[in-house]
């Protein structure tokens, strides 16, 4: 059936029925003329109307909205097509609440499963994510679309579960959706297959929440069109000139294609002007490489002058390889040429410098013009990430959308507990609602991010054994993504810990976090990732420790000098110096890989961290000597004699000749 068949229908089976104004005027237009002139003047009815934490409630004398999957569609598109998505929603919300409100945990998450269940919780939170304000220009300039998406429980599932939108700027991505559904009728073709929607609503949905915040070339800093972008990539896969694997791509990695910073004509001159053996699925992000290493141009002008470096040209992909430039250039042109076929690719910060990580093979995330790792990158200004700003968010999401359907289930999940935050259900309520969502699909961090914050709002209600339950299941659910998990303990921590913790009780457990994290990395796990996962909860107890000397115990486990203006005492250095080499050494559990490299890293920076500090010196000097001699004896030569270098290097950072002296002899011993 044709969308406006469809669309016909539906209104049809409701208009005998309808109060609303200018039912007439609407009956015409659904026969014949656009929607978009069927509800030209229509106004929304206040009559009945009633603020409610959820929404707008609506009055007693109207019958409540029957949740079923017809009903849902007719009501949602009548509405849209009425102007009277106000009223719908005010009338949705009071089913929900009479449905969920007060309903047990197991309850609300056996509604939220069904097809009905799930279609009514995506259509609230839609209509809660779009302005009131915006309503009545979507529903008077894009009455049918609006009404097509709403009344598709798998669109608007899909629109909803493919990323959020920077600044919730839903009502924006709403009309681009709807202004490349006007271009291309394809776009509203039928949505049966929650597993494989069509490319092309995938790809318009890709640049609608891509593009809600505008998208500048870098050129010049002119707003690309949104509508002009999908056009153009829809025209590319049509003449096969991207990689095959861009069919397959979910719409939320398309938005790491649709999102370039390039115009349409430099993606061209992209595909035009790669090296030819760089023209293939595994090579074309090394494109990045093509570009120069310049300093300077060739009349002496430091790259740092901007656009002076290419003497004010726009700062097309061809000028930056005709001038080169460093790694920001470098990254950028390397994401183009990634995007140009076809490719997810995006650039990311590290400290002092810039990389970009694109899909080196599908749906696999790899960084190039690195330095730093994935622990140190994080979201380029202009680019906009779901659930955070660092890096590894990305891989943590291409994991969460490998099950398609999965995860849709798991995000209805999680709108089911937060649309109770807005009805009587208590906090702990909601945490077990979130809970479903989690083992629904565990890597959905979302969800554990809105569970954990449930439970820490529940407070005394919440026993240990339920953190420790939670924090186990998270251990497994973020297997190769230690950092998800660290953060996730640095939420649980004041639940996991003793009210009033000694500092062999923050040991403990923080040597605790790092044998969970030690298995992740052994299993490969991230090196960078879980090192720095390691030290972010080392950190934290060290500075409790520390109490009045936070900076002195944290130049400890980062290897920093101390500050000048604070010290710390020799006993509260020691339990310091204790602290982190038990954490670290929980991380020597295989004799090379992940584990090993994180466990060098923990290692090197505490050495260097206690041997510039006085006060922790003695202690941790004789802590080394313990540590190496075990390792001879173990016949690991190389770990033993490899941390003493890290003593040698630390002793000539302080200046100090004679602890330069010892230390160099004390490696001297080992052969």
């Known amino acids: 059936m044709s969308v406006s068949a469809f669309l016909t229908t539906v209104f049809l089976a409701n208009l005998f029925s309808s109060t609303g104004p200018h039912v007439g005027q609407n009956l015409a237009s659904v026969a014949g003329a656009p929607f978009a002139h069927a509800v030209?003047?229509?106004?929304?009815?206040?009559?009945?109307?009633?603020?409610?934490?959820?929404?707008?409630?609506?009055?007693?004398?109207?019958?409540?909205?029957?949740?079923?999957?017809?009903?849902?569609?007719?009501?949602?598109a009548e509405a849209a097509q009425r102007g009277a998505l106000p009223q719908y929603q005010g009338d949705l919300a009071q089913a929900l609440d009479t449905e969920i409100g007060t309903k047990a945990p197991k309850v609300v998450a056996k509604f939220a499963?069904?097809?009905?269940?799930?279609?009514?919780?995506a259509q609230w939170r839609l209509l809660s994510s779009v302005k009131p304000e915006e309503w009545a220009t979507l529903t008077s300039q894009h009455a049918n679309t609006f009404a097509w998406l709403l009344s598709n429980r798998n669109a608007v599932e899909l629109f909803l579960t493919s990323g959020d939108v920077e600044g919730n700027r839903w009502g924006d991505a709403v009309r681009i959706f709807a202004e490349i559904a006007a271009v291309d009728p394809e776009v509203l073709e039928k949505c049966d297959d929650p597993k494989n929607p069509p490319l092309p609503l995938r790809l318009a949905i890709a640049t609608a929440l891509v593009h809600a915040t505008p998208v500048t070339w870098m050129a010049d800093g002119s707003v690309i069109d949104p509508v002009k972008r999908y056009q153009s990539y829809r025209t590319w896969d049509k003449e096969g000139v991207l990689f095959a694997s861009f069919r397959e791509l979910s719409a939320w990695e398309m938005r790491y294609v649709v999102g370039s910073w390039s115009s349409d004509e430099d993606l061209v001159w992209a595909r035009a002007n790669i090296k030819p053996e760089l023209k293939v699925r595994e090579k074309v992000g090394d494109g990045a490489h093509m570009l120069a290493y310049n300093l300077f141009n060739k009349n002496g002008?430091?790259?740092?002058?901007g656009g002076k470096f290419y003497d004010n040209k726009p700062m097309t992909l061809a000028i930056m390889l005709e001038y080169g430039g460093v790694c920001g250039a470098i990254s950028r042109f390397g994401t183009s040429m990634s995007q140009a076929f076809g490719v997810p690719a995006m650039p990311v910060g590290q400290p002092g410098h810039?990389?970009?990580?694109?899909?080196?093979?599908?749906?696999?995330?790899?960084?190039?013009?690195?330095?730093?790792?994935?622990?140190?990158?994080?979201?380029?200004?202009?680019?906009h990430m779901t659930w955070g700003h660092p890096a590894w968010l990305m891989p943590l999401m291409q994991s969460a959308q490998e099950d398609r359907v999965a995860f849709a289930r798991s995000e209805m999940l999680r709108f089911a507990g937060d649309f109770l935050a807005g009805t009587k259900a208590d906090a702990g309520d909601r945490a077990a609602v979130y809970g479903e969502a989690c083992d629904e699909r565990a890597t959905n961090y979302g969800a554990w991010r809105a569970r954990l914050d449930a439970m820490r709002a529940a407070e005394r209600d919440v026993k240990t054994a339920q953190w420790r339950d939670a924090m186990k299941r998270a251990s497994s659910a973020f297997a190769r993504q230690p950092m998800a998990y660290a953060t996730l303990v640095a939420i649980a921590e004041p639940a996991l810990l003793p009210a009033k913790p000694t500092d062999k009780a923050r040991a403990e457990y923080a040597r605790g976090v790092a044998a969970n994290i030690a298995a992740m990395a052994k299993a490969g796990a991230d090196a960078t990732l879980a090192d720095f996962?390691?030290?972010?909860?080392?950190?934290?107890?060290?500075?409790?420790?520390?109490d009045e000397s936070k900076r002195s115990a944290r130049a400890i486990v980062l290897g920093e000098d101390p500050p000048s203006d604070e010290k710390l005492n020799a006993p509260r250095a020691a339990d310091v110096v204790d602290l982190a080499l038990g954490a670290a050494n929980e991380l020597?559990?295989?004799?090379?890989?992940?584990?090993?490299?994180?466990?060098?890293?923990?290692?090197?920076?505490v050495v260097s961290g206690f041997v510039r500090q006085p006060?922790?010196?003695?202690?941790?000097?004789?802590?080394?000597?313990?540590?190496?001699?075990?390792?001879?004896?173990?016949?690991?030569?190389?770990?033993?004699?490899?941390?003493?270098?890290?003593?040698?290097?630390?002793?000539?950072?302080?200046?100090?000749?004679?602890?330069?002296?010892?230390?160099?002899?004390?490696?001297?011993?080992?052969?």
């Open 615 to 671: 006060a922790a010196r003695e202690h941790g000097l004789k802590r080394v000597e313990v540590m190496v001699a075990a390792l001879m004896k173990a016949k690991r030569e190389g770990d033993a004699r490899w941390i003493a270098d890290r003593v040698v290097e630390a002793a000539k950072a302080t200046k100090d000749a004679d602890l330069e002296r010892q230390a160099t002899a004390f490696r001297a011993s080992l052969g």
């Open 113 to 121: 499963a069904t097809d009905a269940g799930a279609f009514a919780l």
């Open 588 to 605: 020597d559990v295989a004799p090379d890989g992940s584990a090993h490299a994180a466990w060098q890293r923990q290692i090197g920076r």
């Open 354 to 383: 810039c990389a970009f990580i694109w899909q080196i093979r599908p749906h696999e995330w790899a960084i190039n013009n690195d330095i730093s790792g994935w622990a140190e990158s994080g979201c380029h200004g202009g680019i």
């Open 40 to 76: 030209a003047g229509l106004t929304p009815s206040a009559s009945g109307l009633t603020p409610s934490a959820s929404g707008l409630a609506p009055s007693a004398s109207r019958a409540l909205l029957k949740l079923t999957i017809s009903e849902l569609a007719r009501a949602s």
């Open 301 to 305: 002008v430091s790259v740092q002058e």
């Open 533 to 546: 996962a390691v030290r972010e909860v080392v950190v934290r107890q060290a500075e409790a420790i520390g």
